[in-house]
């Protein structure tokens, strides 16, 4: 069974940075890819950035340019540099992983709350 464990939320100012991190645990974690998805109130979840295990990546229109997203060499722990933060980059932040074989991702964080100050 996976587990990831999230870490790095928090209440920042407009302008300012987080960097939020995952590790991954279990038993032949074999993951495809890692990312990291947000779910304001009363919107729909989404993908904020994911990274393939070839280290190809892929980043929201709204978070291009303001986000970096890292993986460790392992591939089990990822982390999202995030800069430039806005009011509406405020979410409920979650660790994901699209483990090889799987159709898409299945295993999940419990979630890290960023918020963002005006």
């Known amino acids: 069974q996976v587990q990831l464990v999230e870490s790095g939320g928090g209440l920042v100012q407009a302008g300012g940075s987080l960097r939020l991190s995952c590790t991954a645990s279990g038993r032949r974690f074999s993951a495809y890819a890692m990312g990291w998805f947000r779910q304001a109130p009363g919107k729909e979840r989404e993908l904020v950035a994911s990274i393939r295990t070839s280290g190809g990546t892929y980043y929201a229109d709204s978070v291009k340019g303001r986000f970096a997203i890292s993986k460790n060499r392992a591939g089990n722990a990822v982390s999202l540099q995030m800069n430039s933060l806005k009011p509406e980059d405020t979410a409920v932040y979650y660790c994901?992983?699209?483990?090889?074989?799987?159709?898409?991702?299945?295993?999940w964080g419990q979630g890290t709350q960023v918020t963002v100050s005006s």
């Open positions: 994901a992983a699209h483990m090889v074989g799987a159709n898409d991702y299945g295993s």
